[in-house]
């Protein structure tokens, strides 16, 4: 596949922004939640409830959506999958009963698992892989958008013309990126239907559905994923509430500390990224450039509790903040690390199966919060969690690659240690 240069800018534009798009879905119920608790009657349980069905739901579709992406190929499933989310988000703005409401976030969960595999491996085919983690890294930031704007835009959207708007808007937003995508894909074979990223010097055959569960390597990805993704679930659908309970804080007062977190976390991304890239390109091991990486974003995570005790207002976002950006740094590099060791045929599946892990890890958390918070526990036990999280994922991670050496055709494989 030749792209031009503005064909390629193009199609990673679109990419990015269904990022955000999917993000904003997923998070107007947590930005929203006093509101529409309010006025619906939710307990923490309930939404917890709610959040762990959404998880649920997206854990289990990520078993399958890595395979729909192989096999549709990234032209279609991206337009297919952001359709699909925002019918979904549009059901919301109907929803009045708690039955109502699980069923539009079973079915947003289930639709939005098309976004994760069909953005990698969008970006695996249309950048060399030298480059892939700075696109990872740019994805993974502008991503972060979504939730940095969600709480700006989405509580004066609700404010004029009520909580159920808010939802409306955003699935109005995603149906008019899917027709964008078509116009701006028109004409271009990706061949990922029929060819592996980078040309091999021999064929690679298709591998089973279930082969991917036999590799090391799926497994490292895979528990790394349930750890880390734990911690960036509760964040995303509890921080609204955190400042809350802390500060008193609600509607459009959410929304700077909250923008401010997450504006952390589209920095963590993009300096993640360009570390790595510029770490790769002076000569540094693919191995030690990554685990480093990984190493380095975990222990920045360890000071999270101290967020419960600092007593001010912005010790506590620059403690948050620091959180989310270090886990956006982690999700890069754990990203790259899927392109560096699956082969290009599996990297959908591989993806999915660590995206499967992740949103069981937000299911448990989201669900475990609620109960926690209705029985007065409180955050200490769940900020202790986090503080401790990503240090087991390395180590585990470590444990099944212990080493990874040049393979190939210039990709990186797993190189087996003793």
Same mark, same amino acid.
């Given at each position: ?202 064929? @690679? ?83 030690? @450039? ?129």
């Amino acid at each position: 596949m030749t792209l031009s240069p503005t064909r390629r800018h193009i199609l990673f534009a679109l990419v990015l922004s269904a990022s955000i798009l999917n993000l904003i879905d997923r998070q107007i119920i947590a930005v929203l939640k006093p509101e529409i608790a309010g006025e619906l009657g939710w307990t923490d349980n309930d939404y917890g409830t709610l959040a762990a069905w959404f998880q649920g739901a997206a854990a289990v579709a990520f078993l399958f959506t890595g395979w729909v992406v192989d096999r549709l190929g990234v032209k279609w499933a991206n337009p297919i999958g952001v359709a699909a989310w925002s019918l979904a988000a549009f059901a919301h703005g109907w929803a009045r009963t708690m039955t109502e409401f699980i069923l539009c976030r079973v079915t947003l969960g289930a639709t939005e698992a098309m976004g994760t595999p069909a953005a990698i491996k969008t970006i695996a085919m249309i950048f060399p892989p030298a480059r892939r983690a700075t696109g990872f890294g740019i994805s993974n930031a502008v991503g972060s958008v979504g939730a940095i704007v969600t709480p700006l835009i989405i509580p004066a959207v609700a404010l004029l013309w009520g909580w159920r708007s808010a939802f409306l808007l955003g699935g109005a937003l995603g149906l008019l990126w899917a027709a964008a995508w078509l116009i701006a894909s028109r004409g271009v074979d990706f061949g990922d239907r029929k060819a592996p990223v980078a040309p091999l010097p021999s064929a @690679v055959p298709p591998a089973a559905p279930g082969s991917i569960l036999k590799d090391r390597q799926t497994w490292a990805i895979a528990i790394a994923k349930l750890l880390s993704d734990a911690t960036w679930w509760l964040m995303l659908f509890w921080m609204p509430d955190f400042f809350h309970r802390s500060f008193g804080l609600e509607g459009l007062a959410l929304g700077p500390p909250l923008a401010i977190a997450y504006g952390c976390g589209a920095a963590g991304s993009l300096i993640a990224g360009a570390i790595s890239t510029r770490l790769l390109e002076a000569g540094h091991s693919v191995g030690a @450039v990554r685990k480093g990486s990984l190493l380095v974003s975990a222990l920045l995570v360890t000071p999270v509790p101290l967020a419960l005790y600092t007593g001010h207002y912005w010790m506590t976002v620059a403690l948050l903040g620091l959180t989310i950006g270090a886990h956006q740094a982690f999700s890069t590099n754990l990203f790259a690390l899927i392109a560096d060791v699956t082969p290009p045929a599996k990297v959908g599946r591989v993806t999915s199966f660590g995206a499967f892990s992740g949103n069981l890890g937000g299911m448990l958390i989201a669900k475990i919060a609620g109960l926690l918070l209705t029985a007065g526990y409180g955050y200490l036990p769940l900020f202790l969690f986090a503080a401790c999280s990503y240090l087991v994922a390395i180590g585990w991670i470590q444990l099944l690659i212990p080493r990874m050496g040049p393979a190939e055709g210039g990709e990186t494989a797993l190189a087996m240690g003793h």
